[in-house]
C-alpha cells in the first residue's frame, strides 16, 4: 500500500513536470524533431544531468547506494531497432507514452489516440511474442553502464557527460540568441 | 484560438523533474515509466479476454506474475500522472477542451497520433522501455542500452521528420 502512495505521488509530481514544460503539447514536441523548438532536449537533458549527478554525489555523501539502483540490461539490437521504431512513431504523434497521458490530461483527444495506439502496440508485440523472441532476447550485453563499457571511473565519466550535456544546452541557447 | 498561459521555463523544469527522478531512484530503487503502465494493462486485459493466450506468451506472463497487473507500481504512477498533469493544466489555465472546442485536431492528425502509438508501444515493447524508463532513467544511470536507445530515436525522428513535414507545418 505504501508503495502505491508513492507511486501516485511520484507519478503527480512526474506529470505536474511535464506539463508545465509544455510537453503536453504535441506541435511543440514535433518542433524538435525541425529544430524549430528545442523543449524536448532542453528539458530532458537538464533532468538527465540532474539525476545522474544526484546520484553519483549522493553516493559520495553516503545519502544513497548507486548499486542498489536498477539499471535498465542492455540488448544492443532490440534497443537500436525499437528506438528507432520508436522514433519515427515520436515524430508521427508529436507525443511519447507519458507525455500521451499529459496531453490527454490537458484535454488534447490526440493524446486519448495515442494512447489507444501504445496500448496495440504492446498488445502485438505480447501476441507476436512467440515469434519475436528469440530477437527480444538477443545481444544481451547484462547491466553494461558507460564505465563498465569505457574502463573510466565513475566519476570521470560523470563529468564527461556533463561537460558534453551542458555544451549541447549551451549551444542550444547560443543558436536561440542569434535568431 | 483563445491564448494559452505560457509554460514555465524548460531549464528549471528539467531539473524539477531531475529532482522527481532522483527521489524515485532513492525512495523505490528504481526510475520513471510509462510504455510498462501500458503493457501491464495489455497483459491485464489479455489474461482477462483468453487466458491461454496470455500463458502463451512470455511476455505477458512477464507482467502477470507479481501480482495484480491492475495496481502494478506503474500503473498507478501512471494514473498520478494523469492527476498531476490534469491539475498543473487546470491551476495554470492551460486546458484545452479539444472535446467540445473549435481546436479539434483533424482527422489526419488523430490517425498520425494512432500510427505514431503503435510504433511506438512496439519500440518500447522491444527495446524494454521508453523515452521515460528507458532514456531519462537508464540515461541518468548511465546504461549503455539507454544511450543506444536515445541516439537511435532521436535520429529515427530527423530522418524522418522531413517526410512528415505537411502533418506539422
Given amino acids: 500500500?505504501?508503495?502505491?502512495?508513492?507511486?501516485?505521488?511520484?507519478?503527480?509530481?512526474?506529470?505536474?513536470?511535464?506539463?508545465?514544460?509544455?510537453?503536453?503539447?504535441?506541435?511543440?514536441?514535433?518542433?524538435?524533431?525541425?529544430?524549430?523548438?528545442?523543449?524536448?532536449?532542453?528539458?530532458?537533458?537538464?533532468?538527465?544531468?540532474?539525476a545522474m549527478l544526484g546520484v553519483f554525489w549522493g553516493g559520495r555523501l553516503g545519502m544513497l547506494d548507486p548499486n542498489a539502483l536498477y539499471v535498465p540490461e542492455t540488448y544492443l539490437l532490440p534497443q537500436l531497432v525499437g528506438g528507432l521504431v520508436f522514433g519515427l512513431g515520436f515524430v508521427l504523434s508529436g507525443l511519447c507514452p507519458g507525455t500521451s497521458c499529459v496531453a490527454l490530461a490537458s484535454g488534447r483527444v490526440e493524446g486519448a489516440a495515442t494512447m489507444l495506439g501504445l496500448f496495440v502496440g504492446v498488445l502485438l508485440v505480447g501476441l507476436a511474442f512467440p515469434e519475436i523472441e528469440p530477437f527480444y532476447r538477443s545481444t544481451p550485453h547484462g547491466t553494461l553502464t558507460l564505465q563498465r563499457l569505457t574502463g573510466l571511473p565513475y566519476g570521470i565519466v560523470v563529468a564527461l557527460v556533463t561537460v558534453i550535456g551542458v555544451s549541447m544546452l549551451a549551444w542550444i541557447a547560443k543558436r536561440e540568441a542569434a535568431r | 484560438m483563445r491564448p494559452l498561459r505560457s509554460y514555465a521555463e524548460p531549464h528549471a523544469t528539467g531539473v524539477c523533474l531531475g529532482l522527481v527522478l532522483l527521489a524515485c531512484f532513492a525512495l523505490t530503487g528504481q526510475g520513471l515509466g510509462a510504455s510498462g503502465a501500458f503493457a501491464s494493462v495489455a497483459s491485464g486485459v489479455i489474461a482477462a479476454v483468453s487466458?491461454?493466450?496470455?500463458?502463451?506468451?512470455?511476455?505477458?506472463?512477464?507482467?502477470?506474475?507479481?501480482g495484480s497487473p491492475w495496481t502494478a507500481w506503474l500503473v498507478v504512477e501512471i494514473m498520478g500522472v494523469l492527476v498531476g498533469a490534469a491539475a498543473s493544466a487546470a491551476l495554470a489555465g492551460r486546458t484545452r477542451l479539444t472535446f467540445v472546442r473549435a481546436v479539434r485536431p483533424s482527422g489526419g492528425r488523430l490517425f498520425a497520433g494512432l500510427a505514431g502509438g503503435i510504433l511506438m508501444g512496439v519500440g518500447a515493447a522491444l527495446a524494454r522501455g521508453c523515452t521515460s524508463g528507458l532514456a531519462l532513467s537508464g540515461g541518468a544511470l548511465l546504461s549503455v542500452g539507454a544511450w543506444i536507445f536515445m541516439v537511435a530515436l532521436f535520429l529515427a525522428g530527423f530522418l524522418a521528420a522531413p517526410l512528415l513535414r505537411r502533418l506539422w507545418p
Fill in chain 1, 1 to 50: 500500500m505504501n508503495d502505491l502512495l508513492i507511486a501516485g505521488g511520484i507519478g503527480v509530481a512526474f506529470g505536474w513536470a511535464l506539463e508545465c514544460a509544455g510537453l503536453g503539447d504535441p506541435p511543440k514536441l514535433a518542433g524538435q524533431f525541425y529544430l524549430r523548438d528545442f523543449t524536448v532536449l532542453k528539458v530532458m537533458l537538464s533532468a538527465m544531468l540532474t
Fill in chain 2, 51 to 66: 487466458p491461454e493466450t496470455a500463458a502463451h506468451s512470455a511476455y505477458f506472463r512477464s507482467y502477470l506474475q507479481d
